[in-house]
């Protein structure tokens, strides 16, 4: 008997890692910086739009719905403007924590090195 199409997606999501994934930092973090001084709607919004606009697109194999909030296939997205205390401080420990360990390319890191002196 073949294997269904859902199943087969079921276990590739299982059996990806955890990751960390920077972009959507990033992406609110250049705009942030380029709306300085504009109404905190206004600058927001203008996030939104540039996260939106320029956010990677990943369309798994056999996947009939899509969409995504990472690049990763099993990704954490990070929200430096309400936890960049908490995304410094255990930039270097994601990988060895005891509960959900997440993985961190030096990418990424040095993608949140750039940027969480702006959110302190």
């Given at each position: 008997m073949r294997e269904g199409r859902a199943p087969r997606l079921k276990q590739r999501l299982l059996e990806a890692p955890f990751e960390v994934c920077a972009e959507r930092a990033v992406l609110w973090t250049e705009a942030q910086r380029r709306?300085?001084?504009?109404?905190?709607?206004v600058r927001n919004a203008r996030a939104l739009e540039h996260l939106l606009t320029n956010m990677s697109i990943r369309i798994a194999p056999e996947e009939l719905i899509v969409g995504n909030r990472t690049s990763k296939l099993r990704g954490a997205p990070l929200f430096p403007e309400t936890k960049s205390f908490s995304i410094a401080a255990q930039l270097e420990s994601?990988?060895?924590?005891?509960?959900?360990?997440?993985?961190?390319?030096?990418?990424?890191k040095r993608a949140?090195?750039?940027?969480?002196p702006y959110w302190q």
């Open positions: 709306t300085q001084g504009q109404p905190q709607v994601y990988e060895s924590r005891a509960i959900q360990p997440y993985r961190v390319g030096e990418a990424e949140l090195r750039e940027i969480l």
